[in-house]
């Protein structure tokens, strides 16, 4: 995929992301969130120097759209669109809202269409999100809320370009190391750009299920923060 980068300057780049970020606007998001928004926002030191060049990335992406009143479309891509992916988009959303980047929009995708899994919906909620049920069937809706002012994001396993997802001008976000290598075009993007997390999956059904989650929740939680902090500043 093309790097949209790839012609600017170190300098330039430094530039983008130099300045001084702005003040976020904690009522943008639930009461219920901005605990946990309130913990990841102070652990960005803990996220790894290597790391952090990767999620730069997707900020420089998101304020070179906003510099040309473009949409950033960020879709969020794991083999079964049934838990990271679907942790990332919501986090995301919810730190565009909490840095007041409305323009911003999240979208999340699989190669392989399963469920949005249950382990998923429930760390979501621990983490103070609302996640109501609209739907049954193997594959049922969630709706995500995550602002008293926004529609609540719709969580349910989808291929990346299907279902509403944008199939054109977006960035590509490889939330899993499986679907980044079964996956070697990602048709209709711009960019792509690999953060892998590991798969809480592995802990299904064992002791340590529900803190394996939590963990996971939190890390793309605090990524997903650091990334819009950049964009704001």
């Known amino acids: 995929m093309l790097n949209t980068y790839a012609t600017l300057t170190p300098i330039f ?9 702005s003040p976020a606007v904690e ?10 928004i309130a913990r990841v926002t102070k652990q960005f030191d803990r996220i790894p120097p290597d790391r952090q060049s990767e999620l730069r990335e997707i900020a420089l992406y998101v304020k070179s759209k906003l510099a040309a009143s473009e949409v ?5 891509i794991c083999t079964h669109n049934s838990r990271r992916s679907q942790l990332a988009q919501v986090w995301a959303q919810t730190a565009a809202a909490y840095y007041d980047v409305p ?12 469920a949005c899994n249950i382990r998923t919906v429930r760390a979501m ?4 999100f609302s996640v109501v049920q609209a739907g049954g069937g193997a594959n049922p809706v969630y709706l ?7 529609e609540p994001l719709r969580a349910f396993s989808k291929l990346y370009n299907q279902d509403g997802n944008p199939t054109s001008n977006y960035i590509a976000i490889m939330t899993c190391g499986q679907a980044d290598e079964s996956c070697p075009v990602v048709e209709g ?21 529900e803190a394996a989650y939590d963990e996971r929740c939190e890390q793309i939680a605090r990524e997903m923060f650091y990334v819009m902090s950049l964009v704001k500043s």
């Open 13 to 21: 780049l430094v530039t983008m992301l130099a300045c001084p970020s």
């Open 72 to 76: 950033p479309q960020l879709t969020f």
């Open 189 to 209: 993007s711009s960019m792509r750009v690999g953060v892998h997390y590991v798969d809480p999956k592995e802990a299904d059904g064992k002791r340590g299920e």
């Open 103 to 114: 323009a911003v929009k999240t979208y999340s995708g699989g190669i392989e269409v399963t």
């Open 144 to 150: 995500v809320q995550y602002s008293d002012s926004a």
């Open 27 to 36: 009522t943008n998001v639930l009461q219920t969130v901005r605990p946990m």
């Open 125 to 128: 909620r621990r983490a103070g």
